[in-house]
């Protein structure tokens, strides 16, 4: 009785933040049963956004024992079909898991970011309510990332994640690149599902892979062509950070912050495709200045060069390149950065990831594609899908959502456009079997992976 397919899915989000994430269910037979999130301010616009949502706002390791009971008394008897956490991804280590692991163990790396211990108290909300299917979504290096486990024991988080979850659920973990499913950006994530139910096991097994065939493709192979800035805000009207009157348009969110004198001199001569950091004269005209670079230093790390002249070496005209003055002397020296500050987006490619320092010029491949300004909240907002969706940023309470707050929230979000391709694919399986889904017989090779990450672990592979 309890796992017989029903019309519409019930869904838990856990560290839901704003929602950005859980609006891949809006255009689908989903309902988000219960909200958990840290942040007030967050969870305000969540619920202004979701007021059928149970929001429960405040610390998962304390919450975790109501989100089981508030869940239940909304299943009313019924089985959760969907569980999606997101958890924070500021303490995953881009180091390699090995290497990661010999350094704990031999003392030279003691510390370990409590933020990433945030899988255990989601772990037992999985225990006690047995979702059909889990997704967890998190950057790359979470398969690097090592835990202390509630036994004390130092535990690769994916390890511990099936180690918990036990035989009833098998499942996977595969990097995404979202511009393949028609994200307008790149943004590559790590997408964990761990499944117990019947149509999702099968499946994995005929496919060897719970992860939807991308949509779309950056070198073509039959696909649509990854979708690129241009396609998505070259009609938006034109803005200048130069002065308030051009940096603000007649839509309350095409507005971008203004840029000072000295950065406003950098950007305006940056040309398409190009960094400030490169910049030539504009005194003489000579363009062979040599370009900023990146050296790797005796330790193996890499370093902006030192070499990098900030006056041009034909007429000695200060070049406009990051620069810092010395208040006392007058004196400039070259900003200490990377070739990727100060850097313009391509036109024809999808943007950068968008941070939650979209609105720093100096912050990386920030820059409109041609004109003097970094992107507007609005085409953040476009570029980042939320616009393909019905969301407004107001609060439950009220009060003024301020565009610090927006851009965090998008910063720490994934698109929903791309998430949506995963969620539509599962609830299909979820409510039809999965034959429903079995266009055609095709295998996890054809995904175009930089690695199954849990190849060792997915016991069906
Ligand atoms: C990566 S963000 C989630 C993004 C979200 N899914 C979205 O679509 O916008 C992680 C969230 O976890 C929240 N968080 C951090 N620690 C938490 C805790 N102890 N309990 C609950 N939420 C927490 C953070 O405040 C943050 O909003």
């Known amino acids: 009785m309890l796992d017989q397919p029903r019309m519409t899915l019930n869904a838990i989000s856990l560290f839901s933040s704003a929602g950005i994430g859980d609006l891949a269910f809006q255009r689908l037979p989903v309902r988000v049963l219960v909200s958990c999130e840290l942040l007030e301010d967050r969870h305000q616009v969540y619920q ?9 706002t405040g610390d998962i390791w304390k919450l975790w024992p109501q989100i089981v009971s508030e869940t239940h008394a909304r299943l009313d008897g019924g089985a959760l079909d969907i569980l999606f956490a997101t958890p924070p991804c500021q303490g995953m280590s881009k180091n390699g898991r090995g290497k990661l692991l010999q350094a704990v163990r031999n003392g030279s790396k003691p510390a370990l970011d409590v933020r990433n211990r945030l899988i255990i108290p989601t772990l037992k909300v999985a225990q006690s309510l047995k979702p059909r299917l889990i997704v967890l979504e998190n950057v790359p290096e979470m398969e690097n990332t090592l835990i202390m486990s509630e036994g004390g024991r130092l535990v690769p988080i994916l390890d511990l994640v099936r180690e918990e979850l036990g035989p009833e659920y098998d499942g996977e973990a595969r990097v995404v690149e979202f511009a393949d499913y028609g994200v307008p950006q790149r943004r590559q994530r790590l ?5 117990r139910d019947a149509a999702m096991l099968s499946l994995f097994k005929r496919r060897r892979s719970l992860h939807p065939r991308p949509t779309h493709s950056q070198n073509g192979g039959g696909k649509p062509p990854w979708v690129t ?7 938006m009207p034109p803005l200048d950070a130069g002065s308030p009157d051009t940096a603000r348009g007649d839509d309350a969110l ?14 305006r001569h940056t040309p398409p495709e190009k960094g400030a950091f490169d910049n030539q004269c504009v005194a003489c005209g000579h363009d062979k200045n040599p370009c900023h670079g990146n050296f790797r230093d005796e330790g193996g790390i890499n370093r902006a060069s030192r070499e990098t002249p900030l006056h041009c070496l034909k007429c000695g005209t200060l070049l406009p390149r990051p620069w810092v003055r010395n208040k006392e002397t007058g004196a400039h020296r070259l900003m200490r950065g990377y070739t990727s500050a100060y850097k313009r987006m391509s036109w024809d490619l999808p943007a950068s990831a968008l941070t939650t320092n979209l609105a720093y010029a100096c912050s990386d491949n920030k820059l409109h594609p041609e004109q003097h300004r970094v992107l507007s909240l609005r085409e953040a907002l476009m570029l980042h899908t939320i616009t393909d969706f019905e969301y407004r940023f107001e609060r439950a309470d009220g009060k003024k959502v301020t565009s610090g707050l927006i851009y965090e929230i998008i910063g720490e979000s994934i698109p929903p456009r791309g998430l949506e391709v995963f969620f539509r694919e599962w609830t299909d399986v979820l409510r039809g079997g999965a034959d429903v889904v079995m266009k055609g017989d095709w295998a996890a090779s054809d995904l175009p992976l930089f690695h199954n990450s849990m190849a060792q672990l997915a016991k069906s592979a």
Do not use: C, G, M, Q
């Not at 800035?229 to 009609?235: A, E, L, N």
């Open 48 to 56: 202004a956004n979701f007021p059928d949502t149970h929001a429960l």
């Open 191 to 195: 997408i964990t599902v761990f499944t």
């Open 229 to 235: 800035v241009r396609d998505v805000i070259s009609h």
């Open 254 to 267: 095409h507005f971008v912050p203004l840029l000072d004198e000295d950065k406003y001199f950098w950007v």
